[in-house]
């Protein structure tokens, strides 16, 4: 064999090796001998071993992923109903849309003013006029909501919006140049508004920005909606001590819907306290509170608010902390006509029948957290 013939010198011809040499080169071929016949015995054994180790990492992981899902599929008997209750009791369950005015999520102001916006005092006006003469200059609106206009005199801008301001000066200044002259004007700088935050928020008071900025942008300034009691369907923007539009939230947080009126100075935006709230628990997710306006609520009105995943069948209702008395399951359709209280639990979970179709379809399904999911529709 070729491994014995390289003992062969090591063994036989101590003459041409000193004592040390001659000891490290018969270890070395010994070991060239030992993995040239047994490495591929020992390589193969390690390769079985790793996939005998892989497959039962995986049959146990698969065999407690199913425990998993049946655990939180099976919410049906009164002591899974009870147990989730008492989690929600234990804990304040946050509302849809807690996220939005979270401390690491800031709204930048927007500068950018739209072409409806109406002049004010102490906005800056760009003038330009070109012809028989040229001219430029700036003008700050004074406390009048005037500017002084060179062969013109006193002309009163304020109320006048950015799209109209150079037809507007144009018919003024016709008045002493009939023909001729030419005048192009627009918004240099818009002056900051005053709007006062107040009603269920964190820190209400006044805050100054961009007429554009919007309601979102000053809520935030007021370190958002108090998630204990303040409504996020039930927004005011006041003027002069009158409601000239109602804001609800929902549909910006679902679909990004959300008008955004021109602010004027001293607004007042109001945020109501919430009345009718209910805790929806999904399986694998944080339960969340949902607000409802229709009065008497019922659970249609909840439906519509949700995108519920395909497997969900049964719903549970329970009492606001009483547990012990939970009412009959409801399928979907029948939810819909159930009228709904302040602080009841909607439990929305599937059959046992559902549940074991279900894991025998999918066993293997992979591992749910729980996290705070998207149970908005859209």
Known sequence: MPQIQLLVPALFVPSLLSGGTLLLSYVSALVFFVWRNCGYVITTSLLVLA??????????AEKADSLELDNHFRLNSHSSVRERVSQIESSLVMPFGSSLF?????????????PQYRLRSGDVISIWMWGAFEYQQQHKIDSRGQIFLEQVGPVEVAGVSVANLSDYLQKKLAKVYHSGVELYANLQEAAPVAILVSGAVNAPGQYLGASGDGVLFFLNRAQGIDIRRGSFRRIELQRDGETIEKIDLYPFLQRGELANSALQDFDVIFVRQSQLRVNVILPNQ???????LERPA???????????????SQVTIVNEGVATNVKQNYSLEEFRRQPLKDGDSIIFAVREDQAARENNRNPARSSHRKTEGHYGSG
């Open 102 to 114: 979270q401390q690491s999520k800031r709204i930048e102001s927007n500068a950018a003013v739209r």
């Open 286 to 292: 944080l339960p969340v509170s949902y607000e409802l």
């Open 51 to 60: 996939l005998s180790n892989n497959a039962m990492a995986q049959a146990t």
């Open 298 to 312: 019922k659970g249609q009105e909840l439906l519509s608010l949700l995108s519920l995943p395909g497997y969900i």
